[in-house]
């Protein structure tokens, strides 16, 4: 089985605006043996995915397709080549697939995230914030706003599935500023993977298409709650609260407002509020480097 000779046809190309032009090519091949394979007509023309037009250099094939028996013949063999401007995605197409590199993709949507803070006044800095409370210093519970948050997914080829890497960072936090966000801003929400092959040089490749999901917020994952509660550290010593009523001292029914270390507030001031953080911290560049300028 083998390749007698042939011929290319008229070329043709369409462009419409706002999209990738579109470039053809078509052989006729004539096989000095009907039983002849399409992968070695292909070849004879030289149809290599990933390769320039000859006209357009930056224009990659990127679909064959073969027709047999052309116009009826047994012995000729119609080859077609496609080719259009590279996605960003697809411009490493020849190389094996895990020597590609990342695909970042970013979506940002609101989310709602417990309320626990407001502007007084005109100011919009962190100094300007206040706890949000009534004018007897209860917070209000239940309520929600709406907040910027970022989701990005990075696409990257590996041999095997990673699931150690999955296991290690998955629900871990940026411990620096990493993608516009600070410290603690920046979570994995995830790692998952397929099994995927293609068709390289006339070989399968089978590999694993990852994907990973972090998800930014611009308050972070910290926990934030107000220091309230029943008891106090007074000198060391741990104190149940209390309040004057008509007959006497009685114990508090509602907690009172903290200052952060266990001391008790005044009456009338504010309670402090904690900061806890509930998720390990990594480094974000070492696992998952920074996304393409």
């Known amino acids: 089985m083998s390749v007698h000779s042939f011929r290319e046809l008229a070329r043709t190309a369409t462009h419409r605006i706002g999209e990738s032009p579109q470039f053809e090519r078509r052989w006729v091949v004539t096989l000095n043996n009907p ?3 399409a992968t070695l007509a292909v070849a004879a023309v030289g149809a290599t995915h990933g390769s320039s037009h000859p006209e357009v250099a930056h224009a990659k094939l990127n679909e ?11 012995y000729w063999m119609e080859v077609v080549a496609q080719y259009a401007i590279p996605a960003e995605s697809e411009r490493d197409i020849a190389l094996l697939p895990w020597f590609r590199p990342a695909i970042w993709k970013f979506v940002t949507q ?13 100011g919009s800095d962190d100094e300007d914030r ?19 948050q970022q989701k990005v997914t990075i696409q990257v080829n590996k041999q095997t599935f990673p699931s150690d890497i999955a296991a290690a960072v998955t629900n871990c936090v940026n411990d620096a500023a990493y993608l516009g966000f600070a410290r603690d801003c920046v979570k994995v ?9 293609e068709d390289i040089a006339g070989q399968e490749v089978r590999y694993w298409k990852v994907t990973a999901e972090l998800l930014a917020r611009q308050t972070g994952w910290n926990l934030l709650l107000p220091d309230v509660g ?13 309040v004057s009523g008509p007959d006497g001292d009685v114990a508090s029914a509602n907690p009172i407002a903290l200052d952060g270390s266990g001391g008790k507030k005044t009456d009338g001031e504010l309670p ?12 974000m560049s070492d696992w998952f480097g920074t996304p393409p300028t």
């Open 110 to 122: 609101g989310v709602a995230v417990p309320a626990l803070f407001y502007y007084d006044g005109e």
């Open 64 to 74: 064959v397709a073969v027709n047999e028996q052309y116009e009826g013949n047994r």
């Open 230 to 242: 029943f008891n106090f550290i007074d000198n060391g010593v741990r104190k149940r609260a209390f």
């Open 272 to 283: 402090a509020i904690l900061t806890r953080r509930v998720y390990r911290r990594i480094t």
């Open 189 to 197: 929400q995830g790692i998952s993977g397929e099994q995927v092959s």
């Open 35 to 37: 039983d002849t394979t």
């Open 130 to 148: 206040e706890p949000l409370t009534n004018s007897a210093g209860d917070f209000f519970e239940g309520l929600l706003a709406d907040e910027a």
